[in-house]
């Protein structure tokens, strides 16, 4: 619903459409896809790297796995120390469209439990905007 420059965000809740940008500004969305494994886990932390360096507004970093087709131990390893330096920059580390291979991996080694793990974008901007 579109009221006046509002959007509904949740029953009864209201945000306007500036205040909405100004929250997607903080987020940033990382899509590696291919193989997550030792050719490109370098590849992927030199990325978040940039991230923690350059892009002080971004809070929270969203590693969207749609295009992601397979994950290593070193994909897994890459995405551990990501969520180490961003926890260490004060900004968070969230997952979205695993698939179920990744999903297998995350919860044979309990990185399921570490990491917060959405459905889809969609989902991820649903939960976490209509919190505010």
């Not at 695993?98 to 969609?122: A, H």
Request: aromatic share 10%.
């Amino acid at each position: 619903m579109d009221y006046d420059g509002y959007i509904l965000a949740r029953p009864g809740h209201y945000l306007h459409k500036s205040l909405l940008k100004s929250m997607t500004h903080l987020v940033k969305v990382v899509q590696p896809s291919g193989s997550l494994d030792a050719t490109k886990s370098q590849e992927f932390r030199q990325k978040i790297s940039e991230i923690v360096e350059r892009e002080s507004g971004a809070k929270i970093v969203l590693v969207d796995f749609q295009d992601v087709t397979f994950m290593d131990s070193s994909g897994l390893g890459a995405l551990v120390l990501a969520f180490k330096a961003l926890r260490a920059a004060d900004r968070k580390l969230v997952i979205c469209s695993i698939n179920e291979q990744i999903r297998i991996l995350f919860e044979l080694t309990g990185m399921d439990k570490v990491f917060e793990i959405f459905p889809n974008q969609e989902e991820f901007h649903k939960v976490t905007f209509s919190k505010n």
